[in-house]
């Protein structure tokens, strides 16, 4: 008696190009952001997407409402997506270096104080040694940088903290000092340090929640035990360390800040520093990557340089 045959499984199929659009649709978690990322309309990408799913033979995504999040194929999917997009971007730029022909574009971030006062000098000279390499720098606080950098927004992140999410790699870059902020008028102006207990008879301006200023101020108050952040007199809470430096100079108040971001106040004689008697503010600037997503060429071009400088300062 003859067996009856199985039917056969279906074949599983895809592009490049269709892994590219569904990474994007999950990695945002919508059609029309995806759809302005891959330079489509709308109909064309959900199109592409119910194709990949034929090709595939399941269900890929999930439509909640106005978000779209992946079923548990379309998790299993997305991963081995970002490591072939990676690998194919990765070829890509060896065989230009091979060529002689390095080029293309590195996407980095970084926390106020390294995103406006060292970066810019730094991409400049990386620069110099490849000119045609561009670098996109996008500034935020800390916890925004090392979000971007896991979600795959950014390549790299420089933040005024190490990182603690396990998905991180962290390397110590910078040190800085940081410093009591005060106008060139106020009563302290002639002295060179301050007591602790004296912040809270004084207005203070604060950064926006998430700074890394201010994570590593809190931090050394808790290790002082005196008091927390609590206990100064907050007159306001400002989103960058210039408007901070601005706040200060119409006496708003007077505030903690980095020792560079002050360097020309400080030489006109805008702005005075002063120390916290006993209490040392230093902190390092960490440059970190997810140890997820294989570091592109140029990727590792930059991280190299970034690490090199670092090594120049110590």
């Given amino acids: 008696m003859a067996q009856s045959k199985r039917p056969p499984f279906p074949s599983v199929d895809f592009d490049l ?37 034929t090709m595939v033979g399941t269900r890929l995504l999930d439509r909640m409402g106005r978000r779209v999040i992946p079923t548990k194929a379309g998790e299993i999917l997305y991963k081995h997506a970002v490591l072939l997009l990676e690998m194919k ?13 390095r080029k293309g574009r590195v996407s980095l971030g970084g926390s106020t104080i390294p995103g406006e006062y060292i970066l810019p000098r730094l991409i400049g000279e990386f620069r110099e040694k490849y000119p045609s390499v561009s670098v996109t720098l996008s500034i935020s606080d800390s916890e ?11 390549e790299l992140g420089v933040v005024g903290s190490p990182a603690r999410h396990r998905s991180l790699i962290s390397n110590e870059l910078w040190k800085d000092e940081l410093v009591l902020a005060i106008p060139a008028e106020h009563p302290w102006a002639s002295r060179a340090e301050v007591d602790l207990a004296e912040l809270p008879t004084q207005p203070f301006i604060f950064r926006e929640e998430g700074s890394g200023t201010f994570k590593i101020l809190e931090e050394f108050l808790k290790r002082d035990g005196s008091f927390g952040l609590e206990s100064l007199n907050r007159v306001a809470e400002l989103g960058t360390s210039t408007a901070v430096k601005e706040g200060i100079k119409a006496g708003l108040g007077i505030s903690i800040l980095s020792a560079r971001a002050l360097d020309t106040e400080l030489k006109t004689g ?18 970190v990557r997810d140890r997820r997503r294989i570091a592109s060429p140029l990727c590792r071009a930059l991280l190299d340089f970034l690490l090199a400088s670092a090594e120049k300062e110590r």
Avoid: D, N, W
């Avoid at 971007?89 to 022909?101: D, I, K, S």
């Avoid at 702005?271 to 600037?285: E, T």
């Fill in 17 to 53: 190009r269709q892994l590219e659009i569904f990474r994007k649709v999950v990695e945002l978690s919508s059609f029309s952001k995806a759809a302005k990322a891959v330079y489509l309309a709308q109909p064309s990408v959900s199109e592409r997407i119910a194709t990949l799913e």
């Fill in 270 to 287: 805008m702005l005075k520093a002063l120390r916290i008697r006993g209490l040392r503010l230093v902190r390092s600037f960490h440059l």
């Fill in 144 to 154: 925004q940088i090392r979000t971007s950098v896991l979600e795959g927004a950014l």
């Fill in 89 to 101: 971007e990765t070829a890509c730029l060896e065989m230009q270096e091979f060529l002689g022909t």
